[in-house]
């Protein structure tokens, strides 16, 4: 999801829709003004509900809808499993301001019906055994609330295009504000029916294939849409107005000549111009088709390449990923990369919980940079990165949301979106080279299709697949917080250059980020990037010729202080002998009453941090063995670092203190 959005919309209550900026990404103030409460709502429900009894398996929605107004009315068709032991009650949530005209469960009306918190609970004469079909028809209907701009259904209208339409947005917590449903993560619905009821000359979009225009008593036209790829709860969606059709077809190699339909449907209007909606957007809309090529070179043919990818045009500020048909106040270059690729990340494989948001938004903005880089320009990429980058320096907090948190802590437009993207252009950096990154991505997608991921599971994947140990990386970048400011030094003696990066953090929660750091050396008319570990103190590299200069992470990979330096140090590694004493043992570790630090180095300070970086002791040694007293510390994990005469440091090492 990507929201473009002023404050002085959102007051008013009206949007309109004119020429999108492509730069702006602002989630963060827009959740935090109107979803506060739905958090707070849906942990009243989770408790109310009682837990997870079944596994839906399909729905038929059929819904008379307005372009002019929140109604609803009509109903809707599950059919799932029994999950439980038994289901003696059969639930699902919808607004109590939603009138339920009647519900049947197995074919037999039920005639009790309790509404509490806005769960629907409906009392069943006999248990229903485990693995067992359950069917309920919900006959309902009303004026959906809209508070805001996070309402499940909206309506609104476009000064631009003069229209009026209708749309819904039911992420995170808003399907039950326009449609009977159970919001669960992890239960994908099998199949989905739309059948969307609307007056002329109003078309009705969702999700799949349109597979039926049926006219009707009254001046309406039913619409009906099918998919048969699983779909998320959230990701179930409509929209209405007076839409004009573009189609258009994307050919990705993996398809070896087949097509995949790209459905544009946009206002049926012209603007003050008397340009119509369809060619005012075209060339934005034509540019879909190449990034379908560009993601799917990247990641894997189109999840849903036999339904069709679409866009269906709303006043919104901003878009939203429905599964096969995108909803968008607009399309410029960033926010239609952004809802596409949201197709693999966030469709295809969803968060399992919302602490996992990143892995639906990270992703999903990292597709801007990543098509800004494979189907514009690296300079324009690299725009995009320096951006982002000052947005994700602003927060404090991780890119993992915990557990409990806000809705506008949940979307973030600075951790989850920016820093998400961020991270992940350094996690790309950090596996050494695209083939392993593209890779493991590829298995992942492989591995969790049309199915729900945790973080730790991405990682483990990750691991797998490149046969690379990430875990300080995800501690470090995911659920730690804050970002490194690095100073950088560096000394050529003879063929050996010696490079040193010290750190210091914005946040304690993170005192080291053990990322590798890129360092270019520019040797005569050539130069070498090299990955320096923070982690070894003093890093050591062999070069041919001299150095003339070094620049560090000048590709603007890593999220850093913007006063962050590099510089020449002639006393840095003064010999490789001296280089090699910085090595120690440590031991006992763990260690309970003292540890013992030995090194061939007569001389040398200790420096003893806790897991924060902050110094405890600094001890003097003249010889090459020292005891250090533990046995007044805390129980946990601290750090020891060697120095020698001339300022080198050895790698930290940490110290568990039972």
């Known amino acids: 999801m990507k929201f473009i959005i002023s404050s002085f ?360 940079y990543l098509y800004r880089q494979f189907g514009v320009s690296q300079s324009s990429a690299d725009s995009w990165m320096t951006s982002a980058h000052n947005s994700a320096r602003q927060p404090t907090g991780s890119v993992y949301v915990p557990a409990g948190s806000s809705v506008n802590r949940i979307f973030s437009g600075n951790l989850t979106y920016k820093k998400g993207g961020s991270v992940l252009h350094m996690l790309r950096w950090e596996m050494e080279n695209d083939s392993l990154f593209f890779k493991g991505i590829n298995d992942y997608l492989v591995a969790k299709a049309n199915d729900v991921s945790t973080t730790d599971e991405l990682r483990q994947i990750l691991e797998t697949s490149s046969g690379l140990t990430l875990q300080p990386f995800f501690e470090d970048w995911v659920y730690g917080e804050g970002f490194p400011t690095y100073n950088v030094r560096w000394n050529q003696i003879d063929s050996t250059v010696f490079v040193e990066v010290n750190q210091t953090t914005s946040s304690p929660v993170t005192p080291l980020f053990r990322n590798k750091v890129p360092v270019r050396l520019v040797i005569g008319g050539t130069t070498r990037t090299l990955r320096v570990d923070p982690t070894q103190g003093v890093n050591r590299f062999q070069v041919s010729g001299n150095v003339t200069a070094a620049q560090l992470d000048p590709s603007n990979i890593i999220l850093k202080g913007t006063t962050s330096s590099i510089s020449r140090n002639t006393n840095l590694g003064l010999s490789v002998a001296d280089l090699e004493l910085l090595s120690f043992k440590l031991y006992p570790n763990p260690a309970a009453d003292f540890a013992v630090v030995e090194t061939t180095l007569e001389q040398f300070e200790l420096r003893l941090m806790d897991i924060q970086g902050r110094e405890l002791q600094r001890l003097q040694s003249e010889a090459g063995k020292m005891t250090l007293p533990t046995a007044s510390l805390q129980p946990g994990i601290y750090l020891v670092q060697l120095f020698d005469l001339n300022g080198n440091a050895s790698k930290m090492e940490r110290l568990v203190v039972r």
């Open 9 to 368: 919309l959102l007051v008013l209550g009206v949007l309109s829709v004119a020429a999108q900026t492509e730069h702006e990404h602002d989630c963060a103030y827009t959740k935090s003004q109107f979803a506060e409460s739905r958090m707070n709502a849906n942990q009243r429900i989770s408790a109310a509900r009682g837990g997870d009894q079944y596994d839906i398996h399909f729905y038929d929605i059929t819904l008379e809808v307005s372009n002019t107004a929140t109604s609803v009315n009509g109903n809707v068709f599950i059919e799932g499993t029994v999950i439980s032991a038994g289901m003696d009650t059969f639930w699902f949530e919808l607004k109590d301001n939603l009138t339920i005209d009647s519900v049947y469960v197995n074919g037999i009306k039920r005639n009790t019906i309790i509404r509490q918190n806005n769960v629907v609970l409906v009392p069943l004469p006999a248990t229903i055994p485990q693995q067992e079909t359950v069917n309920t028809r919900i006959w309902y209907g009303g004026v959906a609330q809209q508070a805001g701009f996070f309402s499940g259904l909206s309506t609104g209208f476009s000064n631009t295009w003069g229209v009026n339409v209708s749309w819904t947005l039911s992420e995170p917590f808003s399907a039950p504000d326009w449609l009977p449903c159970k919001q669960d993560l992890w239960d994908k619905i099998d199949s989905i029916n739309f059948n969307g009821i609307a007056t002329n000359p109003n078309k009705v979009g969702s999700l799949g294939l349109l597979t039926s225009i049926v006219p009707m008593a009254g001046n309406k036209t039913r619409f009906e849409w099918k998919t048969r790829y699983p779909t998320a709860f959230y990701l179930i969606a409509f929209a209405v107005t007076n839409y004009a059709e573009y189609i258009s077809y994307a050919k990705p190699a993996a398809l070896a000549g087949d097509s995949i339909l790209i459905q544009h449907w946009v206002y049926n209007a012209t603007n003050s111009s008397n340009v119509s909606a369809v060619n005012f957007y075209k060339n934005q809309l034509d540019a879909t088709n190449d990034m379908m090529d560009v993601f799917s070179d990247l990641f894997g043919l189109y999840p849903f390449w036999e339904e069709k990818y679409g866009h269906m045009q709303s006043a919104m500020g901003g878009g939203m990923e429905h599964q096969t048909m995108s909803t968008m106040g607009g399309f410029g270059q960033d926010l239609t990369a952004h809802e596409l690729l949201h197709q693999w990340f966030g469709d295809y494989i969803t968060c399992a919980t919302w602490s996992d948001i990143w892995l639906n938004e990270g992703f999903a903005s990292y597709g801007e």
